[in-house]
């Protein structure tokens, strides 16, 4: 490999032997400028390296009048792909790993950003901010690039480039340790904004990516994480920015179905039958079947939006391996009515009840005669019980059949503190409330399997029932099937961002055995959490 300073003013040596001509003239003049010297730091040193590559030629560095101070220009040649096995994995199309764009106050044709690890970051030789001037000897100036792209892709045999170098001076050192995950989900072939789609990066929601540049304000660059090869070419997604201007725009149009919502968040009427005496705590807290329609009257705290999710866009995000004097993370399961959340939390317990626990809930109904205080509940008057109300003492809780019923945050809070991992089965809009560092809530959503599984594996399943307090379960019906369908469907669409983990309950044990290997690796491993659990 060249030393390019080393090669530089070896150049300007040899220029200054030969016989003198316009043309050594002034490349000697080019070398010897202040900003050229500050250029060959930063632009002549890769543009001699290419050099070594054969694929790459630099033919000549002369003055452009017209171009005012930017006055060096050079030509390289760069073998097609088709000829050059080097560069096959390069898409032409793409300016060698680069876009091009017209610059709307010059009108001239520049390169608008250099992909990351592509073949022309990787080379050294393009620089954002240059300007295309020629290919294959044909002026770029009136082209738009469109045509441009075009002419690359159809020339066959060495492709020759005229670039003036831009006075855009090279980038700032980049942050290489922004990671976001991302919260939605991401194709860049159906993305009409896109300038390149080939030069996006797909990618769906849960997937960890490694920003690489923010220097663009609508579109970054970034590499997923998972991708084994670092060198990978990044690809472009568009920025937070851009993606918020989006979901903002979108919202309007959610706004149009106030009825679906509703139908699935806003009209549940009635608490489930509570926690039975023996499983206290184990059942959910507030698990509200659509179905049972009657009066009874529900309301519910809602979170008070700490989650530092506020659109689901990207969230930042930092390694984390939990220390042995350390909290173990608060798990919440979520899930529609029926899925099996209480099943899995069951076995979850049964598995290993040194290390899980549940958090015992409130009430205000009258203790019954082998119950004892703060193990099936917690018993407080209706006085104390609406004062804590109040005073947002609860996460959630209901009414019904005249009694309180609760879980608060204490009794979370007490489980956590016990050394345990502490087992919470919510409703989705919960997780908001507890989403802080203190508690770094792992969330799992439990989701149902297709239709046609769910009619099989279920088919000896009880559910509770609340219609009929004389029978208080009954099997599945279909409509059970497809309400739990639809109501997972509208949970994710709606809280989906804000799971980590989302296991499908077909086959019971293998749901089971998939949850608690989970748990087991984000008690051992490293995973990521949002960066601002870090910083308290
Ligand atoms: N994968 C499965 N295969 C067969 N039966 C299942 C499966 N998962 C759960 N069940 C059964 O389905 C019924 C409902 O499960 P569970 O009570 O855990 O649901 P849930 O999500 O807690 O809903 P809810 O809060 O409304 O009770 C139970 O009888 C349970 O044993």
């Keep these: 490999m060249f030393n390019a300073s080393y090669f530089s003013f070896q150049l300007a040596d040899e220029l200054r032997c030969v016989v003198a001509s316009p043309e050594t003239t002034e490349l000697l003049y080019l070398l010897s400028k202040p900003h050229v010297q500050v250029r060959r730091e930063c632009t002549f040193r890769s543009r001699f390296r290419c050099m070594d590559n054969p694929a790459l030629h630099l033919f000549l560095i002369q003055k452009d009048a017209s171009l005012g101070y930017t006055y060096s220009l050079y030509i390289l040649l760069l073998k097609n792909k088709k000829q050059n096995n080097d560069l096959t994995s390069v898409d032409i199309s793409m300016f060698q790993g680069a876009t091009i764009k017209r610059d709307e106050s010059t009108g001239a044709i520049v390169v608008a950003r250099v992909m990351r690890g592509g073949a022309a970051d990787r080379s050294g030789l393009i620089h954002e901010g240059d300007k295309l001037k020629e290919i294959n000897g044909v002026p770029m100036e009136d082209k738009n690039p469109e045509e441009i792209i075009s002419i690359l892709a159809k020339s066959e045999g060495a492709v020759t480039f005229k670039v003036i170098p831009g006075t855009k001076e090279e980038p700032e050192t980049l942050d290489n340790k922004i990671f976001v995950r991302a919260l939605f989900d991401y194709n ?111 309301r519910q705290k809602m979170g008070k939006g700490n989650a530092g999710i506020h659109l689901p866009i990207y969230q930042e995000v930092l390694p984390y391996k939990r220390k042995p004097d350390e909290p173990y993370r608060l798990v919440l399961l ?66 019904y059949k005249g009694n309180y019923y609760g879980m608060s945050l204490d009794s979370v809070r007490r489980v956590v503190a016990e050394s345990k991992v502490c087992l919470l089965d919510v409703k989705p809009h919960t997780i908001t409330a507890l989403y802080t560092s203190e508690l770094k809530p792992y969330v799992v959503f439990v989701k149902p399997p297709s239709i046609e599984s769910l009619r099989l594996s279920r088919r000896k399943a009880k559910v509770l029932s609340s219609q009929n307090e004389q029978t208080p379960t009954k099997i599945f019906t279909e409509e059970d099937f497809q309400d739990m369908i639809t109501s997972a469907q509208a949970m994710e669409n709606k809280y989906g961002h804000l799971f980590e983990k989302v296991i499908i309950n077909d086959d019971l044990a293998m749901a089971f055995t998939e949850l608690r290997d989970e748990l087991t690796k984000i008690e051992t491993d490293t995973h990521w959490i949002p960066n601002t659990w870090a910083h308290v």
């Design 188 to 298: 860049p072939q159906a993305d009409p904004a896109i300038p390149c789609k080939d030069a996006g990066l797909e990618f769906w929601r849960g997937d960890v990516l490694h920003i690489v540049s923010q220097e663009d304000d609508t579109w970054w660059q970034a590499r997923r994480h998972s991708d084994a090869d670092a060198n990978l070419r990044a690809g472009l997604i568009p920025s937070r920015q851009l993606q918020e201007r989006r979901v903002t725009l979108q919202r309007p149009a959610v706004l149009f179905h106030p009825l679906r919502e509703s139908m699935i968040f806003g009209d549940v009427k009635l608490i489930d039958l509570f926690f039975s005496s023996t499983t206290a705590g184990l059942r959910k807290s507030f698990r509200l079947s659509r179905k049972d329609s009657k009066s009874q009257h529900v």
């Design 334 to 399: 979520t899930g529609p009515s029926g899925v099996g959340v209480t099943e899995l939390k069951r076995r979850l317990l049964l598995s290993d009840p040194e290390h899980f626990s549940v958090s015992v809930p409130y009430t205000t109904r009258e203790q019954k005669k082998h119950e004892k205080e703060g193990v099936e509940y917690h018993f407080v008057s209706k006085h104390t019980f609406e004062k804590d109300i109040l005073n947002h003492k609860f996460l959630e809780y209901g009414e």
